[in-house]
């Protein structure tokens, strides 16, 4: 077997698929907190 050297895979794929998911989980967290609001307005 190779021996591993801590640092030195190529990541840059994985980083850019982690930005996207957290980039989607934020988003569509604000968009579920607005419609609640929405609808506890709407609501009184």
Request: aromatic share 10%.
């Amino acid at each position: 077997m190779s021996e591993h050297k801590h640092g030195s895979m190529d990541i840059e794929v994985q980083e850019k698929t982690f930005e996207g998911f957290m980039s989607y989980v934020t988003k569509t967290a604000i968009v579920c907190i607005l419609v609640l609001v929405f609808m506890a307005l709407v609501n009184s």
